[in-house]
């Protein structure tokens, strides 16, 4: 079913209009656990399809190449303003295309090819942007992984120190993609300063904690910060960059031109409309509920015989561990399983897993799509033992079947911004 900012659609191309309804249809009948994934409100929706779309501003406010760009500064102008008071950032910058892309240009401000970067390991938590093999990261520098301590599952900073002064990184990166754990800005800060090292904090996925206080911030300390606006921070897909103002030129210089072309200028509007969202007060009060859903869910979790990485979860994420309620079934056949039911996540590894990163002994679960939808944490509960019932089902499909109806009763009580 088309919505109105799509229906017109309908008449002039059918045949796409046809594949955004069921993709709505598919949003609003399925339950979204993925933690990195969010649903915008009808105003970022409507800003990203905006007619912004059809210009081109290649440099920055008051700077560009182009004539015409008197909106295109305002607008721009006003996303800046937003994120960094939403931060208390010196500098800002909106033009990144995507979180690794401002990550992209962060590397090439702080370091030379084949300069050495200490990043999380990505068997661990860490994103493919922080030196995946096959990655530009990988591939350009030389990337010497830390990882999580066996025992606690949690970044060790003694080891992190140990390493850093070890192999002298000219950059430190603080961030994660599958870590549910606080992490401790200001301890790498000390460290990046002890070894001399530039340090880049990666929030892409906190960023609506960090934004609202209720995860510590880098700003203060790291050199760099850099985020997606399309995860906790609930915008429309892109990157961004903070900084302190000695760096904004360095920072301003490797994004355009130096990695990038013409910004896209209809998700800068659209990221102007979610930060302003972000400096309401109701942002606050959605982020805790967030985290409120999930810790009921990681405790439901808990109380059906699933073990939590780490033990538990400071965030919105949190990764399950299939093997003490079911050894035999890997992260991989669960997210199949899940998904037969309508209930959407991702197999992840868990740190030291012994399973292929193609098959995982866990899943990542998160909280932020759905409290969205205003599920609260009598759901998560209800969630959890949907979940439950899914992954226990073994072949029996129809068991599923019975829990995908389930599922859409769920939904429609909590209907997705439309
Ligand atoms: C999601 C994520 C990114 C990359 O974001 P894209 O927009 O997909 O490029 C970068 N870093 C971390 C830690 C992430 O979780």
């Given at each position: 079913m088309l919505n109105d900012l799509t229906r017109p659609l309908a008449e002039t191309d059918p045949e796409v209009a046809e594949i955004i309804g069921r993709e709505e249809d598919r949003q609003q009948n399925t339950l979204e656990l993925i933690a990195s994934e969010n649903h915008v409100s009808v105003a970022v929706r409507?800003?990203?399809?905006?007619?912004?779309?059809?210009?081109?501003?290649?440099?920055f406010p008051g700077r560009r190449y182009y004539g015409g760009c008197v909106n295109m500064d305002a607008v721009e102008d006003l996303a800046c303003e937003r994120a960094k008071r939403l931060f208390g950032a010196?500098?800002?910058?909106?033009?990144?295309?995507?979180?690794?892309?401002?990550?992209?240009?962060v590397y090439m401000a702080a370091l030379k090819p084949g300069d050495t970067v200490l990043s999380l390991d990505l068997a661990h938590g860490g994103h493919l942007s922080h030196g995946l093999k096959v990655n530009f990261s990988g591939a350009m520098y030389n990337i010497v992984p830390y990882g999580v301590e066996r025992e606690t599952e949690q970044c060790d900073m003694a080891e992190v120190r140990r390493l850093a002064l070890e192999h002298k990184p000219r950059l430190i990166i603080a961030g994660a993609s599958a870590y549910p754990r606080t992490l401790d800005f200001a301890a790498f800060a000390e460290i990046a300063k002890e070894c001399e090292a530039r340090l880049m904090?990666?929030?892409?996925?906190?960023?609506?904690?960090v934004a609202v206080g209720l995860h510590p911030s880098p700003i203060p300390c790291a050199d760099f910060t850099t985020t997606t606006t399309h995860k906790t921070l609930r915008g429309p897909r892109g990157g961004m960059i903070l900084c302190r103002?000695?760096?904004?030129?360095?920072?301003?210089?490797?994004?355009?031109?130096?990695t990038?072309?013409?910004?896209?200028m209809h998700a800068i509007t659209a990221k102007a409309v979610a930060l302003g969202e972000a400096?309401?007060?109701?942002?606050?009060?959605?982020?805790?509920?967030?985290?409120?859903?999930?810790?009921?869910?990681a405790a439901a979790l808990r109380?059906?015989?699933?073990?939590?990485?780490?033990?538990?979860?400071?965030?919105?994420?949190?990764?399950?561990?299939?093997?003490?309620v079911h050894p035999d079934l890997t992260g991989k056949q669960a997210e199949a399983w899940l998904e037969a039911a309508d209930i959407i996540v991702n197999k992840n590894m868990i740190p030291f897993d012994e399973r292929k990163p193609t098959q995982t002994s866990g899943l990542r679960l998160g909280s932020p799509a759905l409290t969205t939808r205003g599920l609260k944490e009598a759901e998560m509960a209800t969630v959890a033992g949907l979940i439950h019932t899914a992954l226990s089902a073994g072949d029996d499909d129809s068991q599923r079947e019975r829990i995908r109806t389930q599922v859409h009763e769920l939904c429609a009580q909590f209907p997705v911004p439309h």
């Open positions: 409507a800003a990203t399809g905006s007619v912004f779309t059809n210009k081109y501003a290649e440099g010196e500098h800002a910058n909106v033009q990144p295309h995507s979180g690794a892309q401002a990550n992209v240009a904090a990666d929030i892409a996925h906190i960023a609506g904690m103002a000695e760096d904004a030129k360095l920072v301003d210089k490797w994004v355009f031109p130096g990038q072309g013409g910004p896209l400096l309401r007060p109701e942002f606050k009060v959605y982020q805790q509920q967030i985290l409120d859903n999930a810790q009921a869910l109380s059906y015989g699933y073990r939590l990485v780490s033990g538990g979860t400071d965030t919105h994420l949190m990764l399950v561990d299939l093997r003490d």
